[in-house]
């Protein structure tokens, strides 16, 4: 369903989608993580919460609920040229490799700075984590981490580093307590069931991403508990495919709408 502003006078009318996607684009109206980059996954986020922001200040209006189709890696990729790249080629953004849009698409080189383009959501505080130490650690040093929701979902945990590599927390085969996590109750990792301890390694920045569904989703194709703690992972693509897949259509309701979820983000820092 597509609606005009009827916020404005009739003669300035124009679509409330439309008129979304372009502010989206200019400035910094969807950076959502203020990395100086927009891409495709904060534009849509920012054109989804601005429909529902119409849609909220309207006695009649059914669902505006945009939907995006594109590859999975696509989604960090800017969607509009940032300001750096055009003016320096050795600025913060490279060029995505592969690209299948027609033009030259970016990325933040930082692949922890590169989450929230991914993600396309601002941390909100909905999502929480801890950890029992400071987040400035070194190598060896053991701690445990604690994820809050404010609202019940299943949990994805994401262990990433600025070089690209991520290990998969959470879910894995070791955790006997099982998501979805009860709403404001701390999951606590890893527990006494676990039979080892966390510790640090390696050096320089890193941080732990953690993804909150709300929905019943099932998740296993893009988060399998066999790889959870064992495998190292490719970051972007890891996350690309389980943004991807959350946004999809939700159709278990009368409505169609999207999948219902929230991301929060520790940094953490190892000598």
């Not at 490799?97 to 929230?116: H, M, R």
């Not at 950890?131 to 299943?154: C, E, N, Q």
């Not at 999951?187 to 909150?212: C, I, K, M, Q």
């Amino acid at each position: 369903m597509a609606w005009d502003d009827v916020r404005l006078p009739v003669e300035s009318r124009h679509g409330v989608f439309t008129a979304a996607y372009v502010a989206g684009q200019m400035g910094a109206a969807a950076d959502a993580n203020a990395n100086g980059l927009t891409s495709n996954a904060e534009l849509f986020e920012y054109v989804t919460v601005q429909s529902a922001a119409y849609c909220a200040s309207q006695k009649k209006c059914e669902t505006l609920d945009p939907q995006l189709e594109t590859k999975a890696q696509n989604l960090g990729a800017s969607a509009i040229v940032p300001v750096q790249a055009r003016a320096d080629a050795k600025a913060r953004y490279q060029p995505v490799t592969g690209s299948s849009t027609g033009q030259v698409s970016y990325q933040d080189a930082n692949a922890i700075d590169a989450v929230g383009d991914i993600v396309g959501k601002a941390d909100a505080g909905d999502v929480t984590l801890g950890i029992d130490r400071p987040t400035s650690m070194k190598a060896g040093d053991v701690f445990k981490l604690t994820v809050a929701s404010k609202i019940a979902g299943s949990l994805i945990l994401l262990d990433v580093n600025a070089e690209g590599a991520a290990t998969q927390i959470f879910p894995n085969e070791f955790a006997q307590k099982i998501t979805p996590l009860s709403a404001n109750v701390p999951l606590t990792l890893p527990d006494e069931y676990y039979g080892f301890d966390f510790e640090a390694s390696g050096e320089g920045e890193s941080a732990f991403v953690a993804l909150v569904v709300n929905d019943p989703v099932d998740l296993a194709a893009v988060a399998p508990k066999a790889r959870g703690l064992k495998v190292e992972l490719r970051a972007r693509e890891t996350l690309s495919e389980i943004v991807s897949r959350l946004q999809k259509t939700w159709t278990e309701d009368l409505d169609k709408r999207g999948i219902r979820w929230s991301v929060g983000m520790l940094r953490y820092h190892v000598e």
